[in-house]
């Protein structure tokens, strides 16, 4: 069994606070940054604030992560945290493709899928209807409902 190879230059596939974050880690661990950003966030803190900036088409795209990461020759690519980080998909798109995912090992996609429709819940249908739904792991997201009064929320743990 090989040992892995050290992260020297980090891929944030996130923006705003969280990168910010992961930014200051790694900046404290001696590792380079890279931030992906869409074209009208080109100035923003998290763009600035990065050793590396690649600008992408779209944050939820793995294939324009994947292409940003290898731009900037980043050895791993982090999901930030929120909608890329509890994408079982997006894992497998970043791992498939040949580059090293840096994000928490956890469900799949089609694990939290099935659990939902276990309880009649089906996402297709919900996204079939332009309907705006939020997975939340207890412990793992807080949210602000008031600030959310048009969502459906789902508990997605165990």
Request: net charge negative; glycine share 8%.
């Amino acid at each position: 069994m090989s040992a892995t190879p050290p992260i020297r230059t980090l891929l944030v596939a996130n923006r705003g606070e969280i990168a910010l974050r992961v930014f200051r880690t790694c900046r404290e661990l001696g590792i380079a940054t890279v931030a992906v950003v869409a074209p009208d966030d080109r100035g923003s803190l998290h763009a600035r604030s990065a050793d590396t900036t690649v600008e992408i088409a779209g944050y939820l795209d793995p294939a324009e992560h994947v292409r940003a990461a290898r731009e900037a020759g980043a050895d791993a690519i982090h999901p930030g945290y929120g909608f890329l980080s509890e994408n079982g998909d997006f894992a497998e798109a970043v791992e498939a493709a040949g580059e090293a995912f840096a994000g928490q090992e956890g469900v799949t996609s089609k694990d939290v899928r099935q659990r939902l429709a276990r309880r009649g819940i089906h996402i297709e249908t919900l996204e079939a209807l332009n309907v705006l739904y939020v997975l939340v792991a207890l412990g793992q997201a807080k949210v602000d409902r008031r600030r959310s009064q048009h969502a459906l929320f789902f508990n997605v743990a165990g």
